[in-house]
């Protein structure tokens, strides 16, 4: 298992209101809502690139996610951590974000719930981008083109990322998942 530390993160009620913050293990062994993001990229030939997170991250390990993302540490808000991690995760600087939106999940993950607000932000780059994944936290990264995307979801679900499927449906149908 990974050994880093981890901030204080942000505690939210039902409604996304902030109440306090606490640690990442206690967050996730009392199934507290809190908040994250994700930050999807997309390239001029309508691409997406995907990250595969590595084996020793808490969550969803092994399994294709955004491009990058994280937790909304404590005095934070959701655009300064969705800037902060495509420039950790990804190497990128100087980025417009483009909101997509906010929704709220609780995901069955082994023999717990996770219970957050993800707020998905979009990034445009050029295919020649260069990009520094972050090897503590990323085995490889990955343009997929809609089509190869879709076929990729059927065959292998269980590679993606629950929230990164819903991200797809919500915000880019075109893709038809």
Same mark, same amino acid.
């Given at each position: 298992?990974?050994?880093? !530390?981890?901030?204080?993160?942000?505690?939210?009620?039902?409604? +996304?209101r902030e109440i306090g913050s606490a640690p990442l293990d206690e967050v996730l062994e009392k199934g507290?809502?809190?908040?994250?993001?994700?930050? *999807?990229?997309? +390239?001029?030939? @309508? #691409?997406?690139?995907?990250?595969? #997170?590595? &084996?020793?991250?808490?969550? *969803?390990?092994?399994?294709?996610? &955004?491009?990058?993302?994280?937790?909304?540490?404590?005095?934070?808000?959701?655009?300064?951590?969705?800037?902060?991690? /495509? =420039? @950790?995760?990804?190497g990128l600087r100087d980025i417009s974000l483009k909101l997509l939106g906010t929704h709220r999940s609780? !995901? &069955? @993950?082994?023999?717990?719930?996770?219970?957050?607000? @993800?707020?998905?932000?979009?990034?445009?780059?050029?295919? +020649?981008?260069?990009? =520094? &994944?972050q090897p503590e936290e990323i085995s490889a990264l990955r343009w997929f083109d809609p089509a190869e995307? =879709?076929?990729?979801? /059927?065959?292998?679900?269980? =590679?993606? !990322?629950?929230?990164?499927?819903?991200?797809?449906?919500?915000? *880019?149908?075109?893709?038809?998942?």
């Amino acid at each position: 298992m990974n050994n880093r !530390t981890y901030p204080p993160i942000v505690v939210v009620d039902e409604n +996304d209101r902030e109440i306090g913050s606490a640690p990442l293990d206690e967050v996730l062994e009392k199934g507290l809502y809190h908040r994250i993001v994700s930050v *999807f990229v997309r +390239d001029e030939h @309508e #691409r997406i690139l995907l990250q595969l #997170r590595g &084996p020793h991250v808490k969550i *969803f390990p092994n399994c294709w996610d &955004p491009a990058a993302g994280g937790h909304v540490d404590m005095g934070n808000s959701y655009e300064q951590t969705a800037l902060m991690e /495509a =420039k @950790e995760e990804l190497g990128l600087r100087d980025i417009s974000l483009k909101l997509l939106g906010t929704h709220r999940s609780n !995901t &069955p @993950e082994g023999d717990r719930i996770i219970n957050e607000f @993800e707020r998905a932000y979009l990034v445009q780059i050029t295919h +020649d981008t260069p990009l =520094k &994944p972050q090897p503590e936290e990323i085995s490889a990264l990955r343009w997929f083109d809609p089509a190869e995307l =879709k076929r990729e979801v /059927a065959a292998n679900p269980s =590679k993606f !990322t629950s929230g990164l499927l819903y991200g797809l449906r919500q915000y *880019f149908p075109s893709i038809g998942l």
